[in-house]
């Protein structure tokens, strides 16, 4: 008889409980990279950069083309010039912040295109299979067979020097490796129970690739191609260092290093800032890129 008030004072305490709202996939995946302190000061580096790009023309900073012969090659400290000066006289810190606007858009928009190509192409692939994913997948395995940095070169020497045609050229080379991990995560989810049913339901391909396939690949899809944009970057910087990318004068870091090599014995710590900066922007995305992939293994 003791039994039933317990029970029925527990049952009261449940129902007069607050609901609490389960948390999202997407929240808890926020929830945990903030928790990162390396992930967090990454973003913080890279986000400083991107709003000293953007704003360069409000911060009051030297004419990034006027140069002068009487000050040329200051050292790091010069008043006036905190970052000193290139071979030409030209300031080093307005150098460095307006350069970052056309490296960031060289290194990151070949990516995006391609996470978008490379996307639609491997998903197309992995659902529909037969001869159009041999199709489509024998011709990504010829760009394989060569190495990303001779086949930059090579698309970009036939196309020309400039920086549309150095965003063709990385974006061919990073569609291949995005299309193959797309094609491969969407293999392995099209016949589970979810898209079975879709299927039974009359859903046509389209819908079932856009509604159904989509949303369950396109996290590891997006956590591969953020760790592309520090690959990228190097590949854009190389291609200006060669001559094949931006043309002079405008500054852009791999072009700057290019220029500066002939003054590493004079001044060798102003001609290195263009390489800490793309040193340091890669560094960043690669660890940004291991946070947001930890943060999305759920089941760890």
């Not at 009487?70 to 030209?90: A, F, M, S």
Request: proline fraction near 4%; include cysteine.
């Amino acid at each position: 008889m003791s039994e039933l008030p317990l029970s029925a004072t527990a049952d009261a305490a449940l129902q007069a409980a607050p609901a609490t709202k389960a948390r999202g996939y997407w929240a808890t995946v926020g929830r945990r990279i903030m928790r990162d302190r390396v992930s967090m000061a990454c973003a913080l580096v890279l986000l400083l950069i991107f709003l000293s790009a953007i704003l360069a023309p409000w911060l009051g900073l030297e004419d990034p083309y006027k140069g002068s012969m009487i000050r040329r090659l200051r050292h790091i400290g010069t008043t006036g010039y905190p970052l000193g000066t290139d071979e030409l006289g030209r300031d080093m810190l307005a150098r460095l912040i307006y350069g970052g606007r056309l490296s960031l858009v060289i290194g990151i928009l070949p990516v995006i295109l391609a996470f978008c190509i490379g996307t639609s192409l491997g998903i197309v692939a992995g659902y529909v299979g037969g001869k159009l994913n041999t199709a489509i997948m024998r011709t990504v395995d010829v760009f394989y067979a060569f190495p990303s940095v001779l086949l930059a070169i090579a698309i970009s020497g036939a196309l020309g020097a400039g920086i549309l045609n150095s965003i063709v050229a990385l974006t061919i080379v990073f569609v291949p490796q995005i299309t193959r991990v797309a094609e491969s995560v969407t293999t392995g989810v099209r016949n589970m129970d979810f898209v079975e049913a879709a299927r039974a339901s009359g859903a046509g391909a389209f819908t079932i690739m856009r509604v159904h396939i989509l949303g369950n690949v396109l996290g590891a899809i997006f956590v591969y191609a953020t760790s592309l944009i520090s690959v990228s970057m190097i590949l854009a910087a190389g291609l200006s260092f060669l001559g094949l990318g931006t043309k002079p004068p405008e500054p852009e870091w791999g072009l700057m290093l290019n220029t500066l090599r002939t003054a590493i014995y004079v001044n060798p710590w102003v001609a290195a800032l263009p390489g800490a900066m793309i040193f340091a922007v890669s560094i960043c995305f690669n660890l940004l890129s291991d946070g947001l992939r930890s943060a999305m293994d759920i089941r760890n």
